[in-house]
C-alpha cells in the first residue's frame, strides 16, 4: 500500500530536549515536505526537499531541521524545542515539484512543556 | 504575495443540506487550485483539484470550479452526508520550489 509513514503519532516532551520526528514513503517520491498545523492558521510550511541531499527553508524553519540521505526517509529535528513548537506536524510527499497531488502522513501531535 | 482565504468555520448543517465553502485568493500567474480534505485523526487527502481557469474539480459529489475573474475555487455539495464532517482546506500550487499553500481550514459539521 501507498503511504507515508509518521512517527511517533503522539509525543510529549520537555524544553530543550532534542527530539526526531521520523518521515517516510514508500513511492520513490522525489519531493517531500514538513508542514504544521495550527488552528486558525491552516498548514504551513517548515522545510522541503526536492531530491536526496537537496532541502530548503519553507515559510516557518526557525527551530527545525531536515536531512534527506535517502529518498525515502525525510525525518524532522528539533534541536532544542520550546513550547511555541507544541503543533500538529504532516509529513507530505509528491512525485516532483509540479502540481501532482501531495500525500500526507497521519500526523505526529507534539506537545513541549 | 500568493495566499488564500477561506470561509470560517465551524460550519454546521443537517444531512442532505447543501453546502457551498467559500475560497478566494490571490496570486501571481496562473496557479493550480485544490481541495484537500481531512477526516478526524488522519492527514490531508486530495479531495478535487483545477489546473486552469473554467476547469471544474469534481468528486464524491464534491465540485468547484476555477474562477479566474473573481479569483475563487468555491466548494460546493448538493446533499451533504454525516461521513462528509471534516475539515476542508482550500490550497494553491505555485511553481517555485513546487509549495502548495493553504487556507486556514473549515470544519464542517453534518447532524443526522
Known amino acids: 500500500e501507498a503511504q507515508v509513514t509518521q512517527n511517533p503519532r503522539y509525543l510529549i516532551t520537555v524544553t530543550g530536549k532534542k527530539l526526531t520526528v521520523t518521515c517516510s514513503q514508500n513511492?520513490?517520491?522525489?519531493?517531500m515536505s514538513w508542514y504544521r498545523q495550527d488552528p486558525g492558521l491552516g498548514l504551513r510550511q517548515i522545510y522541503y526537499?526536492?531530491?536526496?541531499?537537496?532541502?530548503d527553508k519553507g515559510d516557518v524553519p526557525e527551530g527545525y531541521k531536515v536531512s534527506r540521505k535517502e529518498k525515502r526517509n525525510f525525518p524532522l529535528i528539533l534541536e532544542s524545542p520550546s513550547p511555541n513548537q507544541t503543533s500538529l506536524y504532516f509529513c507530505?510527499?509528491?512525485?516532483?515539484?509540479?502540481?501532482?497531488?501531495?500525500?500526507f502522513g497521519n500526523g505526529t501531535r507534539l506537545t513541549v512543556t | 504575495g500568493n495566499s488564500v482565504t477561506q470561509m470560517e468555520g465551524p460550519v454546521t448543517l443537517s444531512e442532505e443540506a447543501f453546502l457551498t465553502i467559500n475560497c478566494t485568493y490571490t496570486?501571481?500567474?496562473?496557479?493550480?487550485l485544490f481541495w484537500y480534505v481531512q477526516y478526524p485523526g488522519e492527514g490531508l487527502q486530495l479531495l478535487l483539484k483545477?489546473?486552469?481557469?473554467?476547469d471544474k474539480g469534481s468528486n464524491k459529489g464534491f465540485e468547484a470550479t476555477y474562477r479566474k475573474e473573481t479569483t475563487s475555487f468555491h466548494l460546493e455539495k448538493g446533499s451533504v452526508q454525516v461521513s462528509d464532517s471534516a475539515v476542508y482546506f482550500c490550497?494553491?500550487?505555485?511553481?517555485?520550489?513546487?509549495?502548495?499553500?493553504f487556507g486556514q481550514g473549515t470544519e464542517l459539521s453534518v447532524k443526522p
Open positions: 507530505a510527499s509528491r512525485r516532483g515539484p509540479n502540481n501532482s497531488p501531495l500525500h
Open positions: 513511492m520513490n517520491h522525489e519531493y
Open positions: 526537499s526536492m531530491n536526496v541531499e537537496v532541502t
Open positions: 496570486a501571481t500567474g496562473y496557479p493550480s
Open positions: 483545477a489546473t486552469k481557469a473554467d
Open positions: 490550497a494553491l500550487h505555485v511553481n517555485q520550489g513546487g509549495k502548495l499553500i
